[in-house]
């Protein structure tokens, strides 16, 4: 089959662009879990809409559902005896205080588990103190929060929000305010945000114009 295609692409009757696309497509469809990899499995209350796994000690999980509900997982505890490498039950370690709608991302603290986020469409961001399970800081806006970002890098301590409006905000969750708005008028609605690796003050960021 692919050797046709490669003879069609040679002589002209196929565009390449075309043999690129089916093979991408091709790949795309036969992907599958490999079955001794490992899957984290935990009944939750909602359907899960944002993951986030720390990257300290690559074991604790956020997992924000649809009910608003932000749960962290233990991904190395889980509880009966599963398969070593089969699924398992894993240990939720805390639940965050419910949002009243739901969870749009969640991120945790770049330095250090002890601290993570929570953005929801009830156009709240919660700042949760990780060892008690409590929100210690909360953001309130006018518009939904569709994303947000922690620069993993950075010693701003600057959270970054794209809200379904055509600004940005900053939280500052040092002093618990929200005064920075980055604004761009050729952007429509932001939907997602992200820090640069390599320099603390650049953010990208992504909207829904046309």
Not at 143 to 160: F, M
Not at 185 to 194: K, L, T, Y
Request: charged share 20%; glycine share 6%; proline share 6%.
């Amino acid at each position: 089959m692919l050797v046709n295609e490669l003879a069609q692409r040679e002589l002209g009757i196929l565009h390449p662009r075309t043999l690129v696309l089916r093979e991408a497509y091709l790949g795309c469809t036969t992907l599958n879990m490999h079955p001794t990899w490992p899957r984290l499995t935990r009944p939750l209350s909602s359907h899960i809409t944002c993951l986030a796994l720390e990257d300290v000690e690559h074991r604790y999980l956020l997992v924000g559902t649809r009910g608003g509900h932000v749960h962290v997982l233990d991904a190395e505890v889980t509880s009966g005896q599963p398969p070593p490498m089969g699924p398992g039950r894993h240990a939720k370690v805390l639940s965050a205080p419910r949002h009243q709608a739901a969870i749009s991302a969640v991120q945790w603290y770049a330095h250090d588990t002890g601290m993570f986020y929570s953005a929801s469409f009830d156009r709240t961001i919660n700042v949760v103190d990780a060892n008690v399970g409590e929100a210690v800081w909360r953001f309130p806006f006018e518009e939904r929060v569709e994303d947000i970002a922690v620069s993993r890098t950075a010693t701003h301590g600057l959270v970054a929000a794209a809200l379904s409006a055509p600004f940005m905000r900053l939280c500052d969750v040092r002093t618990g305010s929200a005064t920075h708005q980055l604004t761009d008028e050729r952007c429509g609605v932001f939907s997602c945000c992200a820090w640069c690796p390599l320099s603390d003050h650049l953010l990208a960021t992504g909207d829904a114009s046309d």
